[in-house]
Structures are given as structure tokens and as C-alpha cells.
């Protein structure tokens, strides 16, 4: 085994300073880090670094539209076991919205297919197989934020959230995947691919309907994204 076989991938690295809190064993990290660089290179930690210049140039703010054209699938038109694939679904609406698949049921059909090859229709590491199986950057990640959602839906990106869907907003249970498309200050602007939430009691407002482009609170969606302040499920990709 050589040093390039346990080097940190970028898409690892980048997962590093993206849970960066702060915390003292970070920071700790963080300073033997800077240590190593000023004997290795230190022309590196000088303010005139192309790094440094990188890190702080600012970027062009995407035109967009609030919510995206994103197309619209439910789950029950899978082949098989559509009560059960809304991760599939919301991970097959982003790879129509991105020219990854057809659209329609056809493609997601297609996406069912090709995810099902890495693993089960559950589980994130098989949603982002599927997507990268297409081509796409997927990211997956446990520690969004509502800004974080507002940020990606700006930069004209949908995002799949994994939510808490039965029993109280205090107390959620459950587990149900949906497309963010857009957002307003009071509103997440959702594809759900079941149908439409009732926030509040935890049931369904309507099943196999009246899930496209449907309006959630943030008041209420929050709670069941973020149970107890905690860093939400969130799924994205780019071309």
C-alpha cells in the first residue's frame, strides 16, 4: 500500500471542513495542520497565496427561478414497491431536473433501475451511486440548515430532505423523503412524492395527490427535518 492509496479523496476532504464547529479538538487539528504547512511551504500562509485569493473571491449570484422548473413524480408509479421508494423518487425528480434521465415515469423507472444496482432504495450510499452512475456530483449530507436549503435552491440546485413524517411535530416519527424546489420567508415550496403532508397532526392531506410544488411551513417543516435542533438530512447534485 502506497500514501496515495489512504490519501483523503477531495470530495473527503471537502467533508472535513464542512462539519468544522469549531470545537476544541478541531481547532486542536486544525493548528497541527498549520504547523506542518509553515515548515513544509509557508509562502502557503501569506494573505498573497492563490489559495487564499480563491477562497475569498466572490462568486456571481446564479439567475433562478423561486421555485425551479423541476418536474414532478410520484412515488406509486414505480414497477414495483412504490410505497416505499419516496428517497428514489426525490433522488429521480433531481436527475430528470439535471437531464440525467427522461422525463416522466420513464426515467424514473430508469433511475430505479440503475440505483437498485448499488444497494437498497433506503440508503443514501445507494442514491449516490445511482446519481454519479449518471454522471452527476452528488452530495449527501446530515448537517443541513435552513439556510443551507435556501443557499442551494438559490444557486438553482433542488434538494432532497429526509424527514421525520408521522406523529407530532414535538415528538416525529416515521421517515419520508421530499424535493425542496423553492422557498418564500414563511414557506418551503416542496415536490412531495406521496402526496400532501399534514404537518401539524402527522398524517396525510391527500395521498397520491396534491403533492406537486405544495407549500410547508417552515414552521412546521423544520421540527420534522431538524427533530430536536439537529442537523437535517439533505441530498444535491450538479452537472
Known sequence: ?????????????????ASFKGEPQQLAGVEELRQHIAQSDPGLLTESASWVANFHKAQPKPTTTNPLPV???????????G???????????????????????????????VRASYGDTTVAESQLAGLRHLGLNAHYGTD??????????DQGNPVGLGMLHHGSTAHPTGGHWILAI?????????????GEQDLVAGTWAQQGS????????WANLLPRWMPGGSGGWYLWATK
Open 1 to 17: 500500500m502506497t500514501i496515495a492509496d489512504v490519501q483523503l479523496t477531495p470530495e473527503r476532504w471537502r467533508m472535513f471542513w
Open 71 to 81: 418536474p414532478y413524480l410520484h412515488q406509486q408509479d414505480m414497477a414495483s414497491d
Open 83 to 113: 410505497w416505499r421508494k419516496c428517497f428514489t423518487t426525490t433522488a429521480a425528480m433531481i436527475a430528470e431536473y439535471l437531464g440525467a434521465e427522461p422525463r416522466g415515469v420513464a426515467g424514473e423507472r430508469a433511475y430505479d433501475t
Open 144 to 153: 443541513g440548515t435552513q439556510q443551507r436549503i435556501i443557499d442551494l435552491l
Open 182 to 194: 423553492g422557498h418564500t420567508p414563511t414557506h418551503c415550496i416542496v415536490h412531495d412524492p406521496y
Open 210 to 217: 396534491g403533492g406537486e410544488a405544495v407549500a410547508y411551513s
